[in-house]
């Protein structure tokens, strides 16, 4: 199914509403490891799941925070619509975070964006701001909440 494309102003008349919401995502372990080897974080808790089912409440590992946090950007690219005359976009940072429950390995999350703002920063530049919730499947407490910033810069 093709995006929907929308313009800048049809995007600002959505604060307040859900702009998207992601595809799941299985959080395996293989995942785990390789974010484990990239950022050179081998707590035991994210990478010896012996360990973990034996000394962890949670039965065995869990995702790193910043794991699950990073995959905010492909689950933004996936859930949010295109916008018109967007020569490109620019992951601007977050205002805030809160990791609310731990990622199980094995586990799916997705991604649900809420449009909170939009400012115009600038004749070509646009900076938005979301609501982000990522869910984990099954649960009622979500991964985490994250105010996301996106600047997008126009033709």
Known sequence: MAKETLTADQIKSRIGTVLGQSS????DQKMID????VTNDHQWIHVDPERAKKETPFGGTIAHGYLSLSLLAGMGYEALPAMANRAMGINYGLDKVRFLNPVRAGS??????????VTQRSP???LFKYDVTVEIEGQER??????SLGMAVLQ
């Open 124 to 126: 070509k530049e646009l």
């Open 34 to 37: 390789g974010f484990a080897e």
């Open 24 to 27: 799941w995502i299985t959080v």
């Open 142 to 147: 979500p991964a985490l909440i994250a105010e």
């Open 108 to 117: 799916r999350v997705r991604g649900t964006f809420k449009l909170a703002d």
